[in-house]
């Protein structure tokens, strides 16, 4: 089966602090993507990688960046932190080996930052 | 981009089967629909996929219409642990959205004993 983790289920960090979420897939995928959820407004894409050290914007990478210095690991990092950033931090990843468009994405736990 | 309409919410009795609707009347011929789930404080699920034929997995069945503008996933014995959010999703090909999901509102469903 297919394990995607992310390093906490909770975090509280204050306004101006910078944060850093980590994410581990043990299927070496090549495909690895943040998203944020929050209340109707549903998943949204921050980040994507395709490989390693590459990146992509999704739809919201205002205040946020990322890094994926090894294949199963992708970091969002919230360089310095405000209210609004408080969410549910949900990371996926998918193989390649699929035909493109057919790929699934495998989910995380989800991280629930609040920041005050 | 293809959108899809779903139920706001939907009750089953445990170990009926639950029918779970889906509008997608702007599919494009080579988008694929996908059906994840997310129950409450955990990630989305991955329940199953199709273009055009039906499918069936251990988790759930996948009816497209011949028109492929409307699906339905099917829940064949709906248990308590089955209650979550139902989400049907159409892929966006392209160069600007590959490997991006577009989760809309989804469907709450709720099995009940």
């Known amino acids: 089966d297919v394990k995607v983790t992310q390093s906490s289920r909770y975090l509280v960090k204050r306004t101006g602090e910078k944060v850093f979420l980590e994410c581990v897939q043990d299927?070496?995928?090549?495909?690895m993507f943040w998203y944020r959820q929050d209340p109707g407004l549903g998943l949204r894409l921050i980040y994507f990688?395709?490989?390693?050290?590459?990146?992509e914007k999704g739809d919201i990478p205002e205040g946020y960046s990322v890094s994926r210095e090894k294949k199963e690991r992708f970091s969002l990092i919230l360089e310095s932190a405000s209210t609004n950033q408080t969410s549910m931090y949900l990371c996926?990843?998918?193989?390649?080996?699929?035909?493109?468009?057919?790929?699934?994405?495998?989910f995380g736990p989800g991280t629930r930052l609040l920041v005050l | 981009d293809a959108k899809t309409t779903q139920p706001t919410s939907m009750d089953c009795a445990e170990g009926r089967a639950a029918n779970l609707p889906c509008n997608h009347s702007?599919?494009?011929?080579?988008?694929?629909v996908y059906w994840y789930r997310q129950i409450h404080s955990q990630g989305p699920q991955y329940i199953i996929h199709?273009?055009?034929n039906n499918e069936t997995n251990e988790m759930a069945s996948l009816i497209i219409t011949e028109d492929r503008k409307s699906s339905t996933l099917i829940l064949p014995h709906a248990t308590l642990r089955d209650t979550a959010v139902y989400y049907c999703?159409?892929?966006?090909?392209?160069?600007?959205?590959?490997?991006?999901?577009?989760f809309g509102a989804g469907t709450q469903v709720v099995v009940t004993p």
């Open positions: 702007t599919i494009s011929g080579n988008e694929y």
């Open positions: 990688s395709y490989d390693v050290k590459m990146k």
């Open positions: 996926a990843s998918s193989s390649v080996l699929t035909a493109r468009g057919r790929e699934t994405q495998y």
């Open positions: 999703i159409v892929r966006v090909l392209g160069a600007d959205s590959w490997g991006k999901l577009q």
């Open positions: 299927m070496d995928h090549e495909n």
């Open positions: 199709g273009l055009k």
